[in-house]
């Protein structure tokens, strides 16, 4: 484990596991090959300057929800079961910059639906899932989550 304080540029290499600890932001760069781990300290509000990252990025924190009821925004993957037709679904307010994707996984007849009514939405007021296999990848900014929608209909 490497703790970083306040430094103004970190390369990790080679499978460590980088922390990042402070009362309130780190500044400069962090440069992050190959595999690796990166944890960031609840003080730490931001990053000033660069995250720059060779290979993929994997967001972590599916949540999962069954008929009707709160799409969990704690996580970047939510994925949805529903019961009948109509299951009504709600989603709160995000963060600032928040991505979510929401994925219709599984159904328990035919014939099932889902409707997402978002606090506050741009671009339109609901999310309809219809088919399995349907998805809404959804961002938080300006106050409102803004959504493109892979088969399921935004209304």
Do not use: C
């Not at 099932?112 to 900014?141: E, H, Y």
């Amino acid at each position: 484990i490497i703790t970083v304080t306040d430094a103004s540029a970190l390369t990790v290499d080679a499978g460590a596991t980088l922390y990042i600890a402070g009362a309130v932001a780190q500044a400069g760069s962090v440069t992050i090959t190959n595999k690796y781990s990166i944890w960031v300290d609840a003080g730490i509000t931001r990053l000033d300057g660069d995250l720059l990252v060779s290979g993929a990025v994997i967001l972590d924190g599916t949540t999962t929800s069954s008929g009707a009821g709160a799409v969990a925004i704690t996580g970047s993957i939510h994925e949805i079961t529903t019961t009948g037709t109509g299951d009504a679904l709600t989603l709160a307010n995000g963060t600032e910059g928040q991505r979510l994707v929401i994925v219709y996984v599984a159904e328990g007849a035919g014939t099932d639906t889902a409707v997402l009514t978002p606090s506050n939405m741009g671009g339109g007021t609901t999310v309809t899932f219809a088919t399995v296999g349907q998805r809404a990848d959804g961002i938080f900014t300006n106050g409102k989550w803004y959504f493109i929608a892979q088969g399921a209909v935004i209304a």
